[in-house]
């Protein structure tokens, strides 16, 4: 409903946001089929996010390969996965990632796409973190655990968005909250405010010692 309001190029959903702590780890073997026996923490560990359709796009992260999700990624069509860079880099390195499986106990996912790193919550860090996005639709039972979704919204119609976005959710369940609105230039700007702080007041010392 949000991706038909005038102004607006697309929307999506996700379970937590790419700079912020992921919705948990995605154990996966990129070369053999998982053994049933062997312990999640012995495989590979990447972080993952559960995605709707247009999240990507909405959030600007740059298609790298292969394709999105789309409606058609469901729990009767094969299980797919998008990779970030970092990942592809790590097992893919010569660009062949599309196509790939990634074994895991929790069901084989099939690369569909390679999506761009997203600076993590600590932006000091100088590598990014291996991530994985995959569909909602996929993953309807672990889904229907959270208690907060985020919704991710680009377009141009700035605060009047706003507004919109709160009637089609009171539309949907008028019981259920929407908080915590605000632009991607805020959420940046407060996860910057801690290192920018920091080199402000170095600065302020350097400045006096010369």
Known sequence: RLRKVPGVTTAGLVTSMPNRQPTGRFAYDPVVAADPASE??????????????????????PL???RLFGA?????AEPVIVIS???ADMHFPDGRAVGQMLYSQSGDRRVVGVVGDVRPATTTALQYDPS?????RQAQDVFRQFSTMHIVVHGRAGEAIVGQARAIVRAIDPELPLFNVRTLES???????????TATVLGLFALVAL
């Open 64 to 66: 790298l390969e292969g």
């Open 40 to 61: 999640p923490w012995t495989m590979k560990l990447a972080e993952v996010r559960m995605a709707s359709e247009g999240f990507v796009e909405a959030m600007g992260i």
């Open 132 to 136: 994985a996005y995959v569909p909602l």
């Open 72 to 76: 058609g990624d469901r729990d009767t």
């Open 187 to 197: 959420e940046v700007a407060e996860l910057v405010a801690g290192p920018r702080f």
């Open 85 to 87: 860079r970092a990942l």
